[in-house]
């Protein structure tokens, strides 16, 4: 019977188990913030556990200790506190808080949730905000060190070193381009008037930024620096480049017969990226060539997918069409290649493929250094210099072959009348005076060259024309006339 009225006893005299508990806890929120007395904290558990019960108030001892029939934990803790209350007050008693109002603890624990919620808050912020800043400034660092590679990527490569770099534009031009043209033009010293004239013609029929990279030798630099200080020259932009010739050694066989196209400048248009490191697209062209319209209309040429380079079909260009028909061999690919070479026979190229003129083209650079063209180039002179892959009636320069071999069906092909050719042989006299007004680019390929004696249409040419104020340079056609006129 006892014990069955113990566990039976907390139910009559209204002193259930989990209200007890519940109180317990309250009262320990309430004591560590200094909020009950001990009597409060009697009343609080009272409540709490079970009403307003007389018997469940008293049930706790002064020590701390249960009374008989105590209603739990509630009780003792009571109890505790009640104990506190009897203690002898300290000589300064701090004044009693006044009981709290009904809620009171719960309130204060929501708020104590409540700042703990917004601390991890503002600490998630906080560490977000650190990992922006840092990815910012990782991204200003790169950007940064890219600038600065590019800087130093322009001093040179490989024995390629830049001269000089005039950026004088005027600002009305700066302000309406919208890309930078890189423009790439070899320029020998015997050559140097030719050079002069593609660059003023360039310059007078274009309103976009162009900017041109002229590659010659270090004899050179000094006259063409000259130069292009001279009259309507001055507001051209340039980057003088000197070409180191050692980057030919072992790629290319002397051979007399050869003349022009065995000089080292011929080579220049193989080097691009080294040049212009930066620059994701460009044009390159002969100093035998004049410009007649906007040279941003040859600059956006489209090239298809994976195409590093467009050149001008020979066998389908409007100049072909016009003046030569049935040419032969001069081309195709069997004028430039010796087919009777197991080597050339193993690329399975056929021999009757139309070639293009490499005087004028438009490379894309990135794909140009993404398939290492110019080492590829470097490996067919090397592979000619060792077993002679050339046709032994070369249609033209030497420079073509190793172009037409990495080119083989792999490259778009730009506007025919922005190539009008072979002006500089007897073929060019065929053109009419419209078709050459008409012509975006007249090129002076051949023999005759527009500052020698026999070239079609120099008239055309000696518009652009700048003379030397030098002196070293001059027309070989006037010369003959001035000395026939003596």
């Not at 029929?205 to 001279?230: C, E, M």
């Amino acid at each position: 019977m006892a014990t069955a009225f113990f566990r039976q006893g907390p139910r009559r005299r209204g002193c259930p188990t989990a209200p007890a508990e519940r109180g317990a806890l309250v009262v320990r929120a309430a004591d560590q913030l200094g909020l009950l007395d001990g009597v409060t904290a009697i009343e609080v558990v009272g409540q709490r556990a079970g009403g307003l019960d007389p018997e469940c108030r008293t049930r706790g001892r002064p020590d701390g200790g249960l009374g008989p029939g105590a209603c739990g934990a509630g009780a003792e803790l009571a109890g505790r506190a009640g104990a506190r209350a009897s203690a002898p007050p300290p000589p300064f008693p701090p004044p009693a808080p006044s009981p709290p109002p009904a809620g009171l603890i719960t309130s204060i624990y929501i708020r104590q949730k409540k700042k703990m919620s917004f601390r991890k808050v503002n600490i998630v912020i906080l560490v977000l905000a650190v990992v922006l800043f840092l990815l910012v400034l990782h991204h200003n660092f790169l950007g940064l060190s890219s600038l600065l590679r590019n800087e130093v990527s322009d001093s040179g490569i490989l024995g390629l070193q830049p001269i000089d770099f005039v950026p004088n534009a005027p600002r009305q031009a700066v302000e309406r381009r919208q890309e930078e043209i890189p423009v790439v033009i070899a320029a020998s010293e015997d050559r140097l008037g030719g050079a002069i004239a593609a660059m003023n013609s360039i310059q007078h029929n274009t309103r976009s930024s162009v900017i041109f990279y002229i590659v010659t030798l270090n004899d050179t630099a000094d006259h063409l620096r000259s130069w292009l200080k001279s009259g309507s020259l001055k507001n051209i932009r340039y980057k003088i480049v000197n070409f180191d010739t050692k980057l030919l050694e072992g790629k290319v066989k002397e051979d007399p017969d050869q003349g022009e196209s065995m000089k080292p400048l011929t080579f220049a248009r193989f080097y691009l990226p080294i040049f212009i490191p930066s620059a994701k697209k460009a044009i390159y062209m002969d100093d035998d060539v004049i410009v007649q319209g906007d040279i941003l209309a040859l600059y956006n040429t489209p090239l298809k997918p994976g195409h590093a380079a467009a050149f001008s079909e020979d066998c389908d260009s409007t100049s072909t069409k016009v003046v030569i028909r049935g040419a032969g061999n001069q081309y195709n690919y069997i004028g430039y290649l010796d087919y009777k070479k197991e080597r050339i026979r193993k690329l399975s190229m056929k021999a009757s493929t139309c070639s293009f003129n490499p005087g004028v083209f438009v490379a894309n650079l990135t794909e140009w250094k993404r398939q290492n063209i110019t080492n590829q180039l470097e490996k067919w002179m090397k592979l000619n210099v060792e077993e002679g892959l050339y046709s032994r009636t070369l249609a033209g320069s030497i420079t073509t072959p190793p172009l037409l071999i990495v080119f083989y069906q792999q490259h778009s092909t730009i506007d025919p009348m922005w190539n009008v050719r072979h002006l500089g042989s007897s073929a060019g006299k065929r053109y009419s005076p419209q078709f050459v007004k008409a012509a975006k680019l007249l090129h002076w390929n051949g023999h005759f060259k527009p500052w020698g004696r026999t070239a079609s249409y120099t008239d055309v040419w000696e518009k652009w024309y700048i003379p030397d104020p030098t002196g070293k340079f001059s027309l070989i056609r006037r010369h003959m006339e001035i000395a026939n006129i003596k």
